[in-house]
């Protein structure tokens, strides 16, 4: 019997990409491969670290790694993972270098929202959680393995640093399986792979007060960019917005700024300033991102005027003295 073996079907190289719904947000990869069947395979792994991260760090889920904290470290110290015990020593570090605008306590009184149902804590509810707010509270035993918190009513919520990790490690896998040129999107939260073949990513900033148009377009390549806004997750009331990142100070949403985005090459640290910049406001945000050699910023405030950080001005002749 003569047995003819045919080539298969030309394997074609190409754009491929993929969106789902996930972590209360949109998780996007969108790369280039040589081979489509590898392409997807980098895609479908993607997708499901996004939902192993979100399994250990989601509060949403009662039997998250960080609910089980949450319910149990007032109390007596809490065995945590090696994965989630760094990435809570780096929002800790975050909070020092911040004095302390970004602070994963803050869910004391975050966690009295919800922007669905347009509910709110009244003020003497903010008024006794906002003492449970600070990252001092947390104990982190690196040596025993474990997580406490200082007084009842402390909880963690990693929510300004979860999606920033979950694209950093998208964007690990992807170069574990060859792939050179992707972006992969979760929220506010992009880290770019290479260019886009030959050509820098466009990738655009939300204008804060006019859904679905662009504000600021940025070219860039294998770098992270987060924005932080008030139209993400948000209710207005009485003429007040109402939104979701938390000024720890007052316990009350931060004022003053529509949206801080955070440029720089490790889209955890992006994710987790760009909340930090929109906490301290422009003056403040941008004096610290000027401390960062490798970051840059872009500050919209509450009037629609547009700041940017140093590194992202016009040269002038100053600089070529
Ligand atoms: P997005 O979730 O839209 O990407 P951010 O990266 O700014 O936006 O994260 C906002 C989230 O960060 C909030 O939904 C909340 O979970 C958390 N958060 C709010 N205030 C603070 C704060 N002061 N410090 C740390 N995390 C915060
Ligand atoms: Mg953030």
Known sequence: MLVLILPGPPVLAGWLGE?????GTEVSVFLWSEDPQVGEQALAAVFDEAARIDRLMST???????????????????Q???ELSQLIQRSLDISILTLGAFDITYDSVGQHYDFRSR??????????????????????DKAAGTI?????????????????????????ILRRHGVENAIVTAGGDSRLLGDRRGRPWMVGIRDPRNDGQVAISVPLVDEAISTSGDYER??????????????????QPASGVQSA?????????????????????????????ATLPDYDSIVIDSESRV???????????????
């Open 60 to 78: 949403y889920k009662d039997d998250s790694e960080i609910s089980r904290i949450n319910r149990l470290a007032a109390n007596t110290p809490v």
């Open 19 to 23: 969106t789902r719904d996930m972590m």
């Open 307 to 321: 700041y940017y950080s140093d590194g992202l001005q016009q040269p002038t002749a100053e600089d070529f003295d």
């Open 261 to 289: 985005t955070v440029i720089g090459p490790d889209a955890v640290i992006t994710d987790a300033l760009s909340t930090s910049v929109f906490v301290m406001g422009v003056k403040d945000g941008l004096t610290l991102i």
């Open 148 to 172: 406490a918190f200082a007084q009842q009513g402390v909880r963690i919520n990693l929510g300004g640093i979860a999606k920033g990790y979950v694209v950093e490690r998208g964007v690990d």
């Open 119 to 140: 509910r709110r804590p009244d003020s003497m509810t903010v008024e006794s959680e906002r003492g449970n707010i600070d990252y001092r509270f947390v104990e982190l």
């Open 234 to 251: 948000y209710f207005d009331e009485d003429g007040i917005r109402y939104h979701h990142i938390i000024q720890p100070r007052t316990g």
């Open 80 to 82: 945590v993972g090696e």
